[in-house]
Structure formats: C-alpha cells, structure tokens
Nanobody
Framework: VQVVESGGCLLQPGGSLRLACVAS????????VSWHRQAPGKGREVVAF????????EYAESVKGRFTISRNNAENTVYLQLSSLKPEDTAVYYC??????????WGQGTQVTVSS
C-alpha cells in the first residue's frame, strides 16, 4: 500500500510541469487526495486537494490560478499541474491519500526547483 510521486525537476521561472501521484495496493478513487509541499527551512503546507469524485477542489491562496489538481481514477492517479512557476514554489512536493478507513498514506516526495 503506497503512493509514489513523480515529475519533479529543475526549471526556470515561468515554466510548467505536471506531477503525478500513483497509488498501488489500494483504490485511490476512494480517497480524498491532497498535495503538500515543504520548502527548505519551512514547515509542510497543503497546496491543493481533490475529493473522491473530482467534483470539488481547493487550493492554497499562494497557488490559486496557477496550479490545477485533477484525478484519473481508472489509472489510480492524481495529478498536479504547475504553471507560471516562481522561485518560491521550490519545494519537495508530497502526495497524501486520506482513505475512508485506515491511516493516511504519504508518498516520499518529488523535488521541484525553480531557478534561473
């Protein structure tokens, strides 16, 4: 039972990329999924979340209008599209699956670095 994030990389300000969170060992479609990030020297903060059916999404004010969370339950995957990236978006991005029963499942994180 795990989730694995991928897609992080080094890119310039203004760039875009898509992160993926793939689940194995359980059905991700039954979970509310959230993306979090932790910048160097700072605490972990929630960036966005999406409900099980994808009908509701919420975003942190700092990323609203630039990031989009989506899910493909058939692929057991949740995505985070990042655009208009800024240096302050540099962080390790984590995926968390909040299951209807059992503990939350966190991934190991993927590094996003925004630098010129």
């Amino acid at each position: 039972v795990q989730v694995v994030e991928s897609g992080g990389c080094l890119l310039q300000p203004g760039g875009s990329l898509r992160l993926a969170c793939v689940a194995s060992g359980f059905t991700l479609g039954s979970s509310v999924v959230s993306w979090h990030r932790q910048a160097p020297g700072k605490g972990r903060e929630v960036v966005a979340f999406i409900t099980t059916g994808g009908d509701r999404t919420e975003y942190a004010e700092s990323v609203k209008g630039r990031f989009t969370i989506s899910r493909n339950n058939a692929e057991n995957t949740v995505y985070l599209q990042l655009s208009s990236l800024k240096p302050e978006d540099t962080a390790v991005y984590y995926c968390k699956a909040s299951r209807p029963a059992g503990p939350d499942i966190w991934g190991q994180g993927t590094q996003v670095t925004v630098s010129s």
